[in-house]
């Protein structure tokens, strides 16, 4: 569900996107941040999917504290920002620190000037149904007392294997409560539509759909094993569905044949590095290695600003002459980040990083 980056340095460097409001980055992990600063491959290696989130994913959520996330945050949107990118939107998930944990992330988007969409991603995976409460009053106490400029909130669901029926009621009203939409994986890897079968459910949507956890445009990160079908059904819902091609290659989970369903279909990254050109290259090699429609994978970078336009749309963007200005403030300028040091980000990203490896390395 996250990635990790070709390099140590991400995008930081590179020149800014095309003019406008510059790029979205649809789906993403913060947290993951610092994966690119070294962190070590589990051996053996991984044998599917499932045991990939357990032994990796999993294990670095569940190490990560205050320190470590603001380090992985600010070094993770620095480097976005360096590359054009101007809005994320986040699933964020740390089990060991959840109160409060949204307002790190949203702090550093705040300071370095990155719109952004946030929420908890709620699970039953390590504490069972009292885990998933703490995430979603998480996301209430958030969308309740965010007052910042470039911040908004939304509600979050890991994904459907790893929480009860009940989660999802309550996920589904809460958003509804505040009027905005949930974010969830869905169908990813074909052990998420397994699960929900073996409930009873026709699908991983289905399943969703029935416990009325999807308000109008939430979010559907993957759909990789959907049918064409159940992607009508989605968009008829005015749900959005988000496809992350290099995550998707490095995990080994599919193709996302049945997306080309809809339009209504934007690109994120999962956890890689937010340079978006990056995926979308990913996206049409992949698409004309798979016979997809090749005019569909090329219009899904300008999808995500449709996606956020009801969230951030109305937060001014200029990006024009290697200059990127939001809410009025220059945020970087010619390739350099004004907002911060970008020195002293990276040089607390590299020393939370191996902390943070040796936090993950003392897990059971």
């Not at 890897?189 to 416990?211: F, I």
Request: hydrophobic fraction near 40%; glycine fraction near 10%; include cysteine.
């Amino acid at each position: 569900m996250s990635g990790s980056s070709d390099g140590p340095d991400g995008a930081a460097g590179r020149p800014p996107g095309p003019g406008g409001r510059g790029r979205v980055n649809a789906h993403t992990h913060l947290y993951s941040g610092l994966v690119p600063l070294g962190m070590p491959a589990p051996t053996p290696a991984p044998k599917d999917f499932p045991e990939l989130l357990e032994r990796v994913w999993w294990r670095l959520d569940r190490a990560l504290d205050a320190q470590s996330l603001r380090a992985s945050a600010r070094y993770y949107v620095a480097q976005a920002l360096l590359a054009g990118t101007t809005a994320v939107v986040d699933h964020h998930e740390s089990p060991e620190f959840i109160d409060g944990s949204l307002d790190v992330l949203a702090d550093a988007c705040e300071e370095l000037g990155m719109r952004a969409l946030l929420c908890y991603g709620a699970s039953e995976r390590n504490g069972g149904r009292d885990e998933a409460a703490r995430g979603l009053a998480e996301c209430r106490r958030f969308l309740s007392s965010n007052r910042r400029e470039l911040v908004r909130g939304a509600v979050g669901l890991h994904a459907g294997f790893t929480v009860s029926d009940e989660t999802l009621r309550e996920a589904g009203a809460l958003a509804r409560e505040f009027d905005t939409v949930v974010h969830v994986h869905v169908a990813e890897d074909a052990c998420d539509v397994e699960d929900a079968r073996r409930r009873g459910y026709s699908g991983a949507l289905d399943r969703l759909l029935r416990m009325e956890a999807l308000p109008e445009g939430s979010i559907l990160a993957h759909g990789v094993h959907l049918t064409g079908i159940e992607v009508c059904l989605a968009a008829e819902h005015g749900l959005w569905f988000v496809q992350n091609p290099r995550s998707n290659v490095a995990n080994g989970v599919g193709y996302p044949h049945a997306l080309d369903a809809t339009a209504r279909v934007a690109l994120g990254t999962d956890g890689f590095p937010a340079d978006m050109t990056d995926e979308v290259e990913l996206a049409l090699r992949g698409a004309a290695q798979h016979n997809a429609d090749l005019d569909r994978a090329g219009a899904r970078l300008d999808r995500g600003e449709e996606l956020v336009a009801p969230h951030l749309g109305s937060i001014e963007v200029e990006l024009a002459q290697g200059e990127l200005r939001v809410a009025g403030r220059t945020v970087a300028t010619a390739g350099a980040l004004v907002t911060a040091e970008i020195e002293d980000i990276t040089r607390e990203a590299r020393e939370q990083a191996r902390r943070l490896w040796r936090r993950m390395e003392d897990l059971e």
